[in-house]
């Protein structure tokens, strides 16, 4: 019903910048409007944890670690969520998953981030 594509994942030494898609598609699109869409990121032996989350009116919310750091946008002409991640730390390790509310809770495949330090 809804797919969700990541992209843009990969390895990056500390300090540089990655940046994350997320294209959503589906038939329920033509029905019923997103309500918000975001990261969530496990690393290992952790457990999920909201990254950052932006809502239908574009208000954001970012964990405390990563604010000032990183930087959530959407297309809403093309369902696609977007996370720019820049001064990475190798604590930002994990892998990243995006999710949309529309009706239900859906989510991506994951994507790894690995930060070297």
């Known amino acids: 019903q809804v797919q969700l594509v990541e992209s843009g994942g990969g390895l990056v030494q500390a300090g540089g910048s990655l940046r994350l898609s997320c294209a959503a598609s589906?038939?329920?699109?033509?029905?019923?409007?997103?309500?918000?869409m975001g990261w969530y990121r496990q690393a290992p032996g952790k457990q999920r944890e909201l990254v950052a989350r932006?809502?239908?009116?574009?208000?954001?919310n970012y964990r405390d670690s990563v604010k000032g750091r990183f930087t959530i946008s959407r297309d809403n002409a093309k369902n696609t969520v977007y996370l720019q991640m820049n001064s990475l730390k190798p604590e930002d390790t994990a892998v990243y998953y995006c999710?949309?509310?529309?009706?239900?809770?859906?989510w991506g495949q994951g994507t790894q981030v690995t930060v070297s330090s």
């Open positions: 589906g038939s329920i699109f033509s029905i019923v409007s997103i309500n918000s």
């Open positions: 999710y949309i509310t529309i009706g239900g809770n859906y």
């Open positions: 932006i809502t239908s009116g574009g208000n954001t």
